[in-house]
């Protein structure tokens, strides 16, 4: 099937789902888009247990005629980081900098070795052979987290802003240092890179340090051009060809385009909103790089919905997904926990704040995508089946019960406050 019929399939699916969501389940729309897609993957599947082959297999074949590695990576990554970045504002950003940096950085790679040891344990306890590299690559693919459907719950029940910018600034930042982290151990696991600490260290630095170099410079550049003209048709166009040709030529380059595009889109969100932008450019942008992130992030959990078709499942992966599921919430909360803790000595945080970024951590269609990136082989498709059922839990479990927990940290701090009072 070409190109052009399996986006007209993916966008009217998704049309469709996100009407049946609001008009009937009124979930988070992205959340909604996924938990049906994956109830109608799982009667397709019945349907060919039970002899209606036909249907199901030609819907497979559609969804496996998509490389997802490929239109998350190397598509819509770029588009949603760049849109996610471009509406964060800097000052709210610097007053959480440290707060992020140590979780999007010390913390994905705590989380990594944390999860990649005792994952390696488990599988291996259940005779899921695997190597220990390759479960610290399943750390490194499991441990960014996914802003998209958080961000929604969390502002309908109005948590302080602090917080908000610190789940999303660590959110952009840690996919970026995830991938890094990931394409390390991969080359030293595929025998491409050595694994020493020269080899990993520069490899580290021209990824991400260079990324961060490349956003600034493309960054930069957009923002002088869009400050030269006054056309909101013409700009727009600017910005599309910062996130698609930038994000193209940082691969020429070998630095993280991910990390660039966060960078770049803080740039024209803040600086080149400010100084380079006229009312009527700033509503324009707004409106289409929002539609833009709708549109893709709706495309997006759709596509994780569906992939379930192409997947092989079996007893021992379920049994892995229910001893890791702990070990990740686990892995999280110490990531999180452990340095917020040493951070409480020089500054004050919100209530509940480790308990709402644990549990509010959700995995997304990177770590499925990731997975999808592995060599062929027996590894793969355990860490493949594992992943996909985690992001999956995450996604529907912790996604539709933070709303409750929020309410709950909110009521128990006021509770707190009101004692302080009396006392």
């Given at each position: 099937m070409d190109i052009l019929n399996i986006i007209a399939i993916l966008l009217t699916l998704s049309a469709i789902f996100s009407y049946l969501n609001y008009r009937f389940i009124r979930l988070p729309t992205t959340i909604g888009i996924m938990l049906i897609a994956l109830l109608l993957s799982l009667l397709l599947l019945v349907a060919g247990k039970l002899g209606f082959l036909d249907i199901s297999i030609r819907i497979g074949e559609v969804i496996k005629s998509i490389d997802f590695h490929t239109t998350l990576i190397n598509g819509m990554l770029s588009f949603l980081l760049f849109a996610g970045a471009l509406h964060i504002n800097l000052n709210e950003l610097r007053k959480q900098q440290w707060v992020i940096l140590v979780l999007a950085t010390i913390g994905v790679v705590s989380s990594t070795f944390i999860v990649g040891s005792l994952s390696w344990l488990i599988l291996n306890a259940l005779d899921l052979q695997i190597s220990f590299v390759y479960s610290l690559l399943f750390g490194a693919l499991i441990s960014p987290t996914d802003p998209i459907a958080v961000m929604g719950i969390l502002k309908t029940v109005g948590v302080p802003k602090s917080l908000e910018i610190k789940i999303s600034g660590e959110s952009l930042f840690n996919d970026g240092v995830a991938v890094v982290v990931f394409l390390v151990l991969?080359?030293?696991?595929?025998?491409?890179?050595?694994?020493?600490?020269?080899?990993?260290?520069?490899?580290?630095?021209?990824?991400?340090?260079?990324?961060?170099?490349?956003?600034?410079?493309?960054?930069?550049?957009?923002?002088?051009?869009?400050?030269?003209?006054?056309?909101?048709?013409?700009?727009?166009?600017?910005?599309?060809?910062l996130v698609t040709g930038g994000y193209a030529f940082a691969h020429v380059l070998h630095v993280s385009g991910p990390i660039a595009m966060v960078v770049a889109g803080l740039m024209i969100g803040n600086h080149g909103r400010q100084f380079a932008m006229s009312s009527s450019t700033r509503e324009h942008l707004d409106t289409f790089w929002e539609l833009v992130d709708e549109i893709l992030n709706a495309v997006l959990f759709l596509l994780i919905g569906m992939e379930v078709l192409v997947l092989v499942f079996y007893i021992e992966y379920f049994l892995a997904v229910l001893a890791l599921i702990p070990v990740v919430l686990a892995s999280r909360f110490v990531s999180v926990g452990a340095p917020i803790y040493l951070m409480k000595r020089v500054r004050s945080f919100s209530p509940?704040?480790?308990?709402?970024?644990?549990?509010?951590?959700?995995?997304?269609?990177?770590?499925?995508?990731?997975?999808?990136?592995?060599?062929?082989?027996?590894e793969r498709e355990v860490i493949l089946a594992v992943t996909y059922s985690l992001v999956v839990f995450s996604i529907l479990v912790q996604g539709l019960t933070l709303g409750s927990l929020t309410r709950q940290v909110q009521v128990e701090a006021l509770r707190d406050l009101v004692k302080k009072h009396v006392v």
């Amino acid at each position: 099937m070409d190109i052009l019929n399996i986006i007209a399939i993916l966008l009217t699916l998704s049309a469709i789902f996100s009407y049946l969501n609001y008009r009937f389940i009124r979930l988070p729309t992205t959340i909604g888009i996924m938990l049906i897609a994956l109830l109608l993957s799982l009667l397709l599947l019945v349907a060919g247990k039970l002899g209606f082959l036909d249907i199901s297999i030609r819907i497979g074949e559609v969804i496996k005629s998509i490389d997802f590695h490929t239109t998350l990576i190397n598509g819509m990554l770029s588009f949603l980081l760049f849109a996610g970045a471009l509406h964060i504002n800097l000052n709210e950003l610097r007053k959480q900098q440290w707060v992020i940096l140590v979780l999007a950085t010390i913390g994905v790679v705590s989380s990594t070795f944390i999860v990649g040891s005792l994952s390696w344990l488990i599988l291996n306890a259940l005779d899921l052979q695997i190597s220990f590299v390759y479960s610290l690559l399943f750390g490194a693919l499991i441990s960014p987290t996914d802003p998209i459907a958080v961000m929604g719950i969390l502002k309908t029940v109005g948590v302080p802003k602090s917080l908000e910018i610190k789940i999303s600034g660590e959110s952009l930042f840690n996919d970026g240092v995830a991938v890094v982290v990931f394409l390390v151990l991969l080359g030293i696991a595929t025998g491409e890179s050595e694994a020493t600490f020269a080899s990993v260290s520069s490899l580290f630095a021209l990824e991400a340090i260079g990324g961060t170099v490349y956003g600034l410079v493309i960054g930069g550049i957009t923002f002088y051009m869009l400050r030269s003209v006054n056309n909101y048709q013409v700009e727009i166009l600017l910005t599309l060809a910062l996130v698609t040709g930038g994000y193209a030529f940082a691969h020429v380059l070998h630095v993280s385009g991910p990390i660039a595009m966060v960078v770049a889109g803080l740039m024209i969100g803040n600086h080149g909103r400010q100084f380079a932008m006229s009312s009527s450019t700033r509503e324009h942008l707004d409106t289409f790089w929002e539609l833009v992130d709708e549109i893709l992030n709706a495309v997006l959990f759709l596509l994780i919905g569906m992939e379930v078709l192409v997947l092989v499942f079996y007893i021992e992966y379920f049994l892995a997904v229910l001893a890791l599921i702990p070990v990740v919430l686990a892995s999280r909360f110490v990531s999180v926990g452990a340095p917020i803790y040493l951070m409480k000595r020089v500054r004050s945080f919100s209530p509940g704040v480790v308990r709402l970024m644990t549990w509010g951590g959700l995995r997304g269609g990177i770590s499925v995508a990731l997975a999808l990136s592995l060599p062929a082989g027996d590894e793969r498709e355990v860490i493949l089946a594992v992943t996909y059922s985690l992001v999956v839990f995450s996604i529907l479990v912790q996604g539709l019960t933070l709303g409750s927990l929020t309410r709950q940290v909110q009521v128990e701090a006021l509770r707190d406050l009101v004692k302080k009072h009396v006392v």
